[in-house]
């Protein structure tokens, strides 16, 4: 099964009680369909009391059992909680986005999204250099005339 086959097979759930186990999944959602693989991740600190992190994926071998699951199962509620049941997104990768170890600019997508044309850098240094050659006159010049403070009295 290809990898986008295989996302359009998942739902993800969301809001999930810390008693919530694979089986407990496996149960509330095997009406809709077969189901090929359950995962509930683990939280990242190895010192945490926490069984899992409170969401999971069920993987589904068909797109259509998935989206009946998604149609039934949101916002419905397990173990007390409602729970959130939506698609699947794809995992980012760990080098992209926030969060990253590489700066956001050396990033493939960033200069494609975010570049800018010669014609603007051009337009931008022009009026960069207009404003610095207004800023360098004289700032009481053309107050000359003017021998009291205030408005004029007529």
């Known amino acids: ?16 009680d810390q008693g919530v186990t694979t089986q407990t999944l496996a149960e509330a959602f095997i009406p809709f369909g077969e ?21 999971g994926y069920v ?15 949101d916002q419905s509620e397990l173990y007390g909680r409602v729970i959130k049941v939506a698609a699947a997104k794809p995992q980012k990768d ?6 990253s170890k590489t700066a956001i600019w050396e ?12 014609e603007d850098r051009i337009a931008a240094e022009q009026a960069r250099m207009m404003a610095t050659s207004r800023q360098s006159k004289d700032p009481m010049q053309g107050l000359e005339e003017l021998d009291v403070a205030g ?3 007529q």
């Open 1 to 16: 099964m290809t990898e986008a086959a295989r996302l359009k097979s998942t739902v993800y759930v969301g809001g999930l």
């Open 35 to 55: 189901i090929v693989d359950i995962s509930l991740p683990k939280p990242e600190a190895p010192s945490s009391t926490d069984r899992h992190r409170g969401f």
């Open 59 to 73: 993987e589904f071998e068909l797109p259509q059992d998935a989206k009946e699951a998604i149609d039934n199962m």
């Open 94 to 99: 760990s080098n992209e986005g926030l969060g």
């Open 107 to 118: 990033q493939e997508g960033y200069l494609a999204k975010h570049a800018v044309s010669d």
């Open 151 to 153: 408005p004029k009295l």
